[in-house]
């Protein structure tokens, strides 16, 4: 069983930044792959950046390419998402999720874990 915890959400205004972070439970969070999704009113939850076990492999959705990065420091049980040039559309609530095995990290039912999300919201 794996417990996550998202913090850092917060009010932006547009081109500001934020970094999130996902605090896990557990002796064997190198063990799970993580992601970061985001679900905004009255839209799907939609995948934003995944990252390996170690840590060396990372995916990122087209939409947020060159703007966020995500991190890991497994000594510290703990996933980040450095999140930067922030736009009004990135709004959302973000969420944290761990997965185990190889595959489908773009995909929220492969995912095996999740926190209860924290909110961000870009102002224009």
């Known amino acids: 069983q794996v417990q996550l915890v998202e913090s850092g959400g917060g009010l932006v205004q547009a081109g500001g930044s934020l970094r999130l972070s996902c605090a896990a439970s557990g002796r064997t969070f190198s063990s799970y792959a993580m992601g970061w999704f985001r679900q905004a009113p009255g839209k799907e939850r939609e995948f934003v950046a995944a990252?390996?076990?170690?840590?060396?492999?990372?995916w990122y959705a087209d939409s947020v390419k060159g703007r966020f990065t995500i991190s890991r420091d497994n000594a510290k049980n703990t996933m980040y998402l450095q999140m930067n040039s922030l736009k009004p559309e990135d709004t959302a609530v973000y969420y944290c999720?761990?997965?185990?095995?190889?595959?489908?990290?773009?995909?929220?039912?492969?995912?095996?874990?999740w926190g209860q999300g924290t909110q961000v919201t870009v102002s224009s």
């Open positions: 999720a761990a997965k185990r095995g190889l595959g489908g990290y773009y995909t929220p039912t492969s995912y095996d874990y």
């Open positions: 990252i390996s076990g170690s840590g060396g492999s990372t």
